[in-house]
């Protein structure tokens, strides 16, 4: 069982930055491959980027590719998500996901367990 804690959110104006940060507990986090997805409201909750076990392969949707950035400290259990450029399109909760895999996955049915989110609100 792994039990993951996002932490981060907030309100912010777009342009902005955010990093977002999720404590997974356990011994074998190096073990998973982590993710970030996010749910607007209204809308289904979508892949936003994915990190393997070692952090040397990662993967990111179109929409935040090069704005963020995903990365692990696998000595502190936790995973990372720095948000830079921030748009009010990126407002959502954004959820923190571990998969029993070490490979990177965007699928949310790939991913075995999850956090309870953390709001980020960026206004215009």
């Known amino acids: 069982q792994v039990q993951l804690v996002e932490s981060g959110g907030g309100l912010v104006q777009a342009g902005d930055s955010l990093r977002l940060s999720c404590a997974a507990s356990?011994?074998?986090?190096?073990?998973?491959?982590m993710g970030w997805f996010r749910q607007a409201p209204g809308k289904e909750r979508e892949f936003v980027a994915a990190?393997?076990?070692?952090?040397?392969?990662?993967y990111y949707s179109d929409s935040v590719k090069g704005r963020f950035t995903i990365s692990r400290d696998n000595a502190k259990n936790t995973v990372y998500l720095q948000m830079n450029s921030l748009k009010p399109e990126d407002t959502a909760v954004y959820y923190c996901?571990?998969?029993?895999?070490?490979?990177?996955?965007?699928?949310?049915?790939?991913?075995?367990?999850w956090g309870r989110g953390t709001q980020v609100t960026v206004s215009s």
């Open positions: 990190i393997n076990w070692s952090g040397g392969s990662t």
């Open positions: 996901a571990a998969r029993s895999w070490m490979k990177t996955a965007t699928a949310l049915e790939e991913y075995d367990y």
């Open positions: 356990g011994r074998t986090f190096n073990s998973y491959a």
